[in-house]
């Protein structure tokens, strides 16, 4: 009798540490696998460093020390799914840049018709998690975010997007005007 209840202490206990190591797992490379990390369409961070074209200032390529750089462009022309922007964040500094945020959400945008009214922004539609995040920049990096608009009335609209870190003071914000058909 005593060694029946002693196997099955051990596994009482084998399967307590089970349960307990399980939840001790790393949650970013879960959220990672099932595509989580990003709301949107892109992968968000590119961690590839590129040389930039020489740009006739005597040879010097790469890093422009002293800022973060922003940019909004069209990435496809308009066709049956829409126009696709690429907002991307490149590190031009001589160090790393990290960026707190509060949410899963790491930037915001809203479409705005010729007359200034908002007719879409990307928060009000979408639900995002409740934990403290961060983006790392590191020296050269991009963080890339794509945006596929669609479903708009014909007319002249402006894509206005920005980053939403806690506690900076800039917050990279790019606008672009488009026409849409």
Same mark, same amino acid.
Request: aromatic fraction near 8%.
């Given at each position: ?11 009482? #206990?084998? #399967?307590? #540490? ?7 797992? =790393?949650?970013?490379?879960? =959220?990672?696998? %099932?595509? *989580?990390? %990003? ?5 968000? $961070?590119?961690? %590839?460093?590129?040389? *930039?074209?020489? =740009? ?13 750089? /922003?940019? !909004? ?9 829409? #126009? !696709?922007? *690429? &907002?991307? @964040?490149? =590190?031009?500094? %001589? ?10 959400? $790491? ?12 007719? &879409?922004? &990307? /928060? ?7 934990? !403290? +995040? ?17 479903? @708009? ?9 920005? !980053?939403?870190?806690?506690?900076? +003071?800039?917050? &990279? *914000?790019?606008?672009? +005007?488009?026409?849409?058909?």
């Amino acid at each position: 009798m005593k060694k029946c209840t002693k196997v099955w202490r051990v596994i009482l #206990i084998v #399967i307590c #540490i089970s349960i307990v190591m399980t939840g001790c797992g =790393n949650n970013d490379s879960q =959220n990672q696998s %099932e595509g *989580r990390e %990003e709301p949107v369409m892109g992968d968000g $961070k590119e961690n %590839e460093k590129k040389q *930039r074209p020489d =740009n006739g200032q005597g040879g010097q390529s790469g890093i422009v020390a002293g800022s973060i750089e /922003s940019s !909004l462009k069209i990435q496809e022309q308009q066709n049956a799914k829409g #126009i !696709l922007f *690429r &907002y991307e @964040l490149k =590190n031009q500094t %001589e160090k790393e840049k990290v960026f707190q945020f509060s949410s899963s959400q $790491k930037f915001d945008y809203v479409i705005k018709d010729k007359s200034g009214k908002i007719v &879409y922004q &990307y /928060s009000k539609n979408h639900m995002f998690m409740q934990v !403290l +995040t961060s983006l790392k920049l590191k020296q050269a990096d991009v963080f890339k975010q794509d945006i596929l608009v669609s479903d @708009l009335e014909p007319g002249t609209y402006t894509l206005e997007v920005w !980053l939403t870190p806690t506690g900076e +003071t800039e917050d &990279y *914000r790019q606008k672009i +005007t488009f026409n849409w058909n």
